[in-house]
């Protein structure tokens, strides 16, 4: 009993200063990530903050693993567009809701070696593929803005 609670004493408060400075870094880098994100799946910026600041917290308390990513990304902003735009900002947390659900059956009845099968061509389409979605969806924005700002984009 001892060793388990020496054992969560060093994996939760080991290194407190560090983790303080590594949540707040995060979330600094999170702000401008969910507004953007945000304006991309086409729901009000506040949305985007809420949602990350949820996540958050409850990673804090439930804990990631490494290479896990806990926030908005550009892949599931460039999916949430059409539902958004369709059905409304209600139908965003039920989506979350689901995938959250399959990625926990995915995880119990352990499915990730199936990534094993899916090839790097394949890999690397579709992170191409949604570089020219996030670019495209990014058109619109450049309308009415100052030539200096066509400059930094070519």
């Not at 600041?53 to 804090?60: C, D, E, P, Q, R």
């Not at 989506?95 to 890999?123: C, E, P, W």
Request: net charge neutral.
């Amino acid at each position: 009993m001892t060793d388990n609670l020496t054992q969560i004493r060093t994996e939760w408060f080991g290194n407190i200063r560090g983790d303080a400075l590594a949540g707040l870094v995060v979330a600094l880098a999170l702000i401008p990530e969910a507004i953007a994100f945000s304006i991309i799946a086409g729901v009000d910026p506040k949305v985007g903050l809420y949602a990350s600041f949820s996540i958050a917290v409850l990673i804090a308390f439930v804990g990631g693993r490494p290479g896990m990513i806990s926030a908005a990304t550009a892949a599931t902003a460039v999916l949430m567009i059409t539902l958004a735009k369709e059905q409304g900002v209600e139908y965003l947390l039920a989506a979350t809701i689901l995938a959250g659900i399959i990625q926990i059956i995915a995880g119990i009845f352990k499915l990730g070696y199936l990534m094993r099968f899916v090839s790097k061509s394949v890999m690397t389409g579709f992170v191409n593929a949604l570089a020219i979605l996030i670019f495209l969806a990014q058109l619109p924005e450049l309308t009415n803005v100052p030539m200096l700002t066509y400059i930094l984009v070519a």
